[in-house]
């Protein structure tokens, strides 16, 4: 079971960035792709950006594309999330998510992707 611990949120102001962070413990990474997800207050759970483990291709929101930049460190079972130009409307609380090792007829866009999930971390951006 791959447990997942998400890091790095706060509080910022609009214009300013963030880094948070998800680390995947409990045994070596290897899965097909981990993702970011996030949920505003009395909103559904929206996708934000994945990556592809083994080949690091990536994929955007169109709402965070250009501002936001996925990366992950293989070595250290780990992915980021770099946040530029954050917005108030980028508030939310960020939740991190692995899939299995293939996803099947599902895309790294959709939350049925993934079959494991982080706590979240808040990120608010003041306006």
């Known amino acids: 079971q791959v447990q997942l611990v998400e890091s790095g949120g706060g509080l910022v102001q609009a214009g300013g960035s963030l880094n948070v962070s998800c680390a995947a413990s409990?045994?070596?990474?290897?899965?097909?792709?981990m993702g970011w997800f996030r949920q505003a207050p009395e909103k559904a759970r929206e996708f934000v950006a994945a990556?592809?483990?083994?080949?690091?291709?990536?994929l955007y929101a169109d709402a965070v594309k250009s501002r936001f930049t996925i990366s992950r460190d293989r070595a250290k079972n780990t992915v980021y999330l770099q946040m530029n130009y954050l917005k108030p409307d980028d508030t939310a609380v960020y939740y991190c998510a692995a899939t299995r090792s293939q996803l099947g007829f599902v895309t790294l866009n959709s939350p049925q992707a993934y079959v494991n999930w982080g706590q979240g971390t808040q990120v608010t951006v003041s306006s």
């Open positions: 409990g045994r070596t990474f290897s899965g097909y792709g």
């Open positions: 990556i592809r483990w083994t080949a690091g291709t990536t």
